[in-house]
């Protein structure tokens, strides 16, 4: 019954996602991200690993641009066979789209978890326990099992609802940050 609940909340808030405008989710990305650079987990981190953001997620790219450019090394997943490897990435430019038709570095210059100081966390849903709902394949369930740093999740407001169950194997988030 985890299965069906989880998959409704999925249902609700990508329905609420998808009906935000360009331009409130380009607001409200942009107060969220102020938030995590003023975060002091993140301003301590010197090897962040961050999702590439899609469609109305919390947008991710410009600040990846931004620390691309800074001394920060910047990690972002990428799809191998089942699961996520965690590669280091050097160019926004040297990228290419999925199979889920989210971008990846084209280069595989692999990174071991274990040296991530900080890693942000997509997903759909969160409750205030920092459960939360992704997009339902376990790609970073398995991934985040084996991290040691925190986890912050960038989500608008609505995407944080009063309970989500969770299963044994859901990794939960440390923190979340909203608008």
């Given at each position: 019954m985890i299965f069906t609940e989880k998959s409704r909340?999925?249902?609700?808030i990508l329905e609420k996602r998808k009906k935000l405008t360009d331009e409130e989710a380009k607001r409200k990305s942009r107060i969220i991200i102020d938030k995590l650079k003023r975060d002091k987990d993140y301003i301590k981190a010197?090897?962040?690993m961050f999702y590439v953001s899609k469609g109305k997620e919390v947008e991710t790219k410009e600040i990846i641009k931004e620390e691309l450019c800074d001394e920060r090394k910047v990690i972002v997943p990428k799809v191998h066979g089942k699961g996520l490897l965690c590669c280091?990435?050097?160019d926004l430019d040297n990228m290419e789209f999925n199979c889920y038709g989210?971008?990846?570095?084209?280069?595989?210059i692999k990174c071991d978890i274990?040296?991530?100081d900080l890693i942000i966390v997509p997903g759909i849903a969160f409750d205030k326990n920092g459960h939360r709902v992704g997009y339902g394949k376990g790609y970073y369930d398995d991934l985040l099992k084996d991290a040691k740093c925190r986890k912050i999740a960038l989500?608008?407001?609505f995407q944080i609802v009063e309970n989500i169950p969770k299963d044994e194997w859901d990794i939960s988030v440390d923190k979340i940050i909203s608008d």
């Open positions: 909340i999925r249902k609700r010197k090897k962040v280091e990435l050097s989210i971008l990846e570095p084209a280069d595989e274990s040296s991530i989500a608008y407001d």
